[in-house]
């Protein structure tokens, strides 16, 4: 199977930890230690979130005073792909020796019309108290909203349209190598009136853009990593109850945040909706369990599935 998967930022950095690489580092072994069965039996993509990296890089970059401004959110999601790439890279490597690893820095093209520019919905940055959060953004022109227990800066987040370097990952992915791309969404473009590219101050969301990416790629499945082992019908509620089995149609009638499951649930309704193919949502150390359909909340065109082809089988699409 041709597998994407898309690892959530507590993959990354967990809530409450320190963002030291040394933390971070060991933190990416750790998923990739989950990943890497998969590797060995599948092609597989991985992206990654980069929420808390760019916005300690936003913060640092505020701070210096050796700048006139700051580096702008494209800028930051670049660097942010290159440093998280460049741990995942090596930790696949370590874990498959032998095995080819590509870590790329890719551009995620958005509409520059997009009503999202002037409604910031994407959480970025570390988490803050009230009081602190509103001083920063009366200090820095921030917006700041409620996440979890605490606050946090967020940003405009325009719907991803197309993963420029798509043919590039394509031909990586066709010589067997393990890709890690679009992290953080991938760094936001628009196209201008001569067919040229520019980046924009936004932070698209990396769960849309990996299903954009995985419909391009003909992907089997899609897989979105999460810190909850399901999607729940009546999250923080008496009634709570996870989902294991659902349709597009399903999960989309149940209304979840904007700023947290919402988009990942959008992201696997579109992928099935335009391929037919298999989705998932569910913790990261259930990833062999969710594609075998064991775990996690699996989405399919008629909510039913039995697992992946049997090993030296089709794949599922062509």
Request: aromatic fraction near 4%; charged fraction near 20%.
């Amino acid at each position: 199977m041709r597998v994407v998967v898309a690892l959530g930022g507590n993959a990354l950095l967990q809530r409450g930890q320190s963002p030291d690489a040394s933390v971070q580092e060991a933190n990416v072994r750790r998923a990739v230690a989950a990943l890497a069965p998969l590797a060995a039996e599948h092609e597989l993509v991985v992206t990654h979130g980069n929420g808390p990296q760019v916005g300690v890089l936003a913060l640092q970059s505020a701070s210096d005073p050796h700048l006139t401004t700051p580096y702008p959110f494209d800028v930051l999601g670049a660097q942010t792909q290159g440093m998280i790439g460049y741990w995942l890279l090596q930790a696949m490597q370590n874990q498959l020796p032998g095995r080819q690893v590509a870590a790329i820095i890719n551009q995620t093209l958005v509409e520059s019309a997009d009503p999202a520019f002037d409604n910031p919905t994407k959480f970025v940055g570390e988490m803050y108290d009230e009081r602190t959060a509103r001083a920063l953004a009366a200090e820095r022109s921030w917006t700041v909203r409620p996440d979890g227990d605490g606050w946090r800066r967020v940003v405009g987040s325009p719907r991803p349209q197309r993963i420029v370097e798509t043919r590039l990952i394509r031909l990586l992915l066709q010589s067997g190598a393990v890709v890690v791309c679009a992290g953080g969404g991938g760094v936001p473009v628009v196209r201008g009136e001569l067919g040229e590219l520019r980046g924009v101050e936004a932070v698209v969301d990396k769960d849309l853009a990996s299903a954009v990416l995985a419909e391009a790629l003909d992907a089997d499945a899609l897989l979105v990593l999460t810190d909850v082992p399901a999607v729940m019908r009546g999250y923080g509620t008496a009634e709570a109850a996870p989902i294991h089995r659902e349709t597009p149609g399903g999960l989309r009638a149940i209304d979840f945040p904007a700023g947290s499951m919402g988009p990942k649930v959008d992201a696997v309704c579109r992928f099935v909706e335009l391929t037919g193919g298999v989705a998932g949502i569910g913790a990261l150390d259930d990833v062999q369990d969710m594609l075998a359909g064991r775990a996690g909340t699996i989405v399919t065109a008629s909510g039913f599935y039995d697992g992946p082809p049997a090993a030296g089988g089709a794949r599922l699409r062509g």
